[in-house]
């Protein structure tokens, strides 16, 4: 497993540390004081809590029942009666071959079927005369029943020597046109059931997020031809194992249209929440001193409020202005927020009148 945090802390910890630096929001003007006077600075208490970090991912609409549509056997395209954008029927018909060899194999193994009948027929009377042995008998109603199969199969590659939808759809590609040569199981059309309006979203995460996630977890869809309209979803497929070529692993969304209309290839965001895991501690992200991956430093005051001890910290996470702490503060009640980026484990601090400490 990898122990690297995901680039988003990585590249927001260098971010914290400069708004550490520069003393913003409620902290003190970031202005160095001299060598020989109290380095001020504010705190904040640690807080303990078993939120989970939202996950934030994007992908597009796509359809469970999305399919490649092509024939059976290969065959000059004669007919397609469909087009790009076209709504169509369950059990209706969009392609069809050129039917001229079909036809003559049916036809050819048909006439060997009552070939082979005739034969049955004259080796059975001379079998009743004594002439033919048993062996010969079998054999012509082994030759009978091949013959029988062979024109089963002719007449099975005749049925799907044209291409029918399976359910109400629509048509997003048309692939090949008429008069080109479809092989075996080449595609011919693009096609996208929506009679189920079983919609879904499919995207990759990382090693990290998909220990926590599990099937059956909620996630608050927005998609962006419907910005002011919220959706809902729910994982219904977790992938076992990563794509080899990514290196993430897939995770499918299904998505509760609402009433709404959709379409394969609209763009989306997704928030996911998964369950509260442990318990963690948790400060604000002025308090990091220091970070390197998922470590960092924090300050916190000793028992004579004027001097600082330096803790080593273990991130679990960071999102927005809140960071999770794993492990190093179990013992601390509160943070330096304010100064930090001016601190060493020798500074004399001083707190602001705004501050008090709470005592035990």
Known sequence: ???????????????????????????????TPPADEPIPVQVQPVTTGDHNRILQYSGLIASNSEARLSFKI??????IYVKEGDHVGGGQLLATLDLTEIDAQVQQASQNVE??????????????????????????????????????????????????????????????????????????????????????VRFGVSDKDWAILKKGDKAAITIDAYPDQPFSGVITKLAEGAD?????????????????????????????????????????????????????????????????????????????????????????EQVITSGVGYLTEKSIVKLTSDNSIRTN
Request: proline fraction near 4%; glycine fraction near 10%.
């Open 1 to 31: 497993m990898n122990t690297k945090l995901p680039d988003t802390l990585r590249y927001l910890l260098p971010v914290v540390l400069a708004f550490s630096m520069a003393g913003c929001g409620n902290n003190i003007a970031a202005v």
């Open 74 to 79: 290969g065959g000059i395209i004669s007919k």
């Open 115 to 200: 070939k082979a009948q005739r034969d049955e027929g004259r080796m059975t009377n001379l079998y009743r005369d004594t002439v033919a042995s048993l062996e010969q008998l079998q054999n012509t109603h082994t030759q009978l029943t091949v013959t029988k199969e062979a024109l089963r199969i002719a007449r099975f590659n005749q049925q799907y020597a044209q291409i029918r939808a399976a359910t109400g759809g629509t048509i997003l590609q048309k692939l090949m046109n008429e008069g080109e040569y479809a092989s075996s199981g080449t595609a011919v059309l693009q096609f996208n059931g929506t009679g189920q309006n079983d919609w879904v």
């Open 244 to 332: 080899p070529n990514g290196g993430t692993y897939a995770v499918e969304v299904t998505v509760v249209p609402d009433g709404h209309k959709l379409a394969p290839g609209l763009f989306c965001t997704l928030r996911l929440q998964p369950p509260a895991g442990k318990r963690l501690l948790f400060i604000p992200a002025s308090a990091l001193a220091e970070g390197d991956g998922n470590k960092g430093f924090v300050y916190t005051l000793n028992d004579d409020k004027r001097t600082v001890r330096k803790i080593p910290v273990q991130i679990a996470w960071l999102q927005g202005d809140l960071i999770a702490v794993s492990s190093g503060l179990e013992k601390v």
